[in-house]
């Protein structure tokens, strides 16, 4: 049996914050705002294994008002969803990422992310898909007010 899953989020850049993406520190002037790390790839990542196992939602498991989350590592949160999946009977088969930005430019930074990802959830790189897009300046991302992500997985039950 498979089971596909979609996720989403998006997070204001501002200063004063770093910016994580994919489990990876990019040097940038902003950072994502966020209650944890504000990592937009790993929640969305989260959101879509959440989903396809019918586990509800990443703010239903690590709400923004809860103190123990304030800060967090994403990778921490990953690892506990991918714990739960698996405890559930099923196994990753693919992730399909795509994170929406106009600055900075990350392609350099998506060969880290992979490896980065593929560790936490104990996976072979070649399943794991990162892209990254602009919006030809349209919208808050190309704006530069904001960093959004979506994730496409596939499970199988073991």
Same mark, same amino acid.
């Given at each position: 049996?498979?089971? +596909?899953? +979609?996720?989403?989020?998006?997070?204001?850049?501002?200063?004063?914050?770093?910016?994580? %993406?994919?489990?990876?520190?990019?040097?940038?002037?902003?950072? =994502?705002?966020?209650? =944890?790390?504000?990592? #937009?790839?790993?929640?969305?990542?989260?959101?879509?294994?959440?989903?396809? &196992?019918?586990?509800?939602?990443?703010?239903?498991?690590?709400?923004?008002?809860? &103190?123990?989350?304030?800060? %967090?590592? *994403?990778?921490?949160?990953?690892?506990?969803?991918?714990? @739960?999946?698996?405890?559930?009977?099923?196994?990753?088969?693919?992730?399909?990422?795509?994170?929406?930005?106009?600055?900075?430019?990350? *392609?350099?930074? %998506?060969?880290?992310?992979? +490896? &980065?990802?593929?560790?936490?959830?104990?996976?072979? $790189?070649?399943?794991? *898909?990162?892209?990254? +897009?602009?919006? $030809?300046? @349209?919208?808050? $991302?190309?704006?530069? $007010?904001? %960093? *959004?992500?979506? #994730?496409?997985? @596939?499970?199988?039950?073991?």
């Amino acid at each position: 049996m498979y089971r +596909t899953g +979609t996720g989403y989020d998006v997070h204001q850049l501002a200063d004063g914050y770093e910016l994580w %993406i994919g489990g990876v520190k990019i040097p940038y002037e902003k950072g =994502s705002k966020g209650h =944890s790390d504000g990592d #937009v790839l790993i929640h969305a990542l989260c959101d879509a294994l959440l989903g396809a &196992a019918n586990f509800r939602d990443i703010g239903y498991h690590f709400p923004d008002t809860d &103190a123990q989350y304030k800060g %967090i590592d *994403s990778k921490i949160l990953l690892k506990h969803v991918d714990t @739960m999946v698996r405890q559930k009977g099923y196994a990753i088969v693919n992730i399909d990422s795509t994170v929406v930005l106009q600055q900075p430019k990350i *392609s350099g930074f %998506i060969p880290l992310m992979k +490896t &980065a990802l593929a560790a936490v959830l104990n996976l072979n $790189e070649d399943c794991v *898909s990162v892209k990254a +897009t602009t919006t $030809e300046r @349209m919208g808050f $991302e190309g704006r530069g $007010e904001g %960093i *959004s992500a979506q #994730v496409a997985v @596939m499970l199988r039950k073991c």
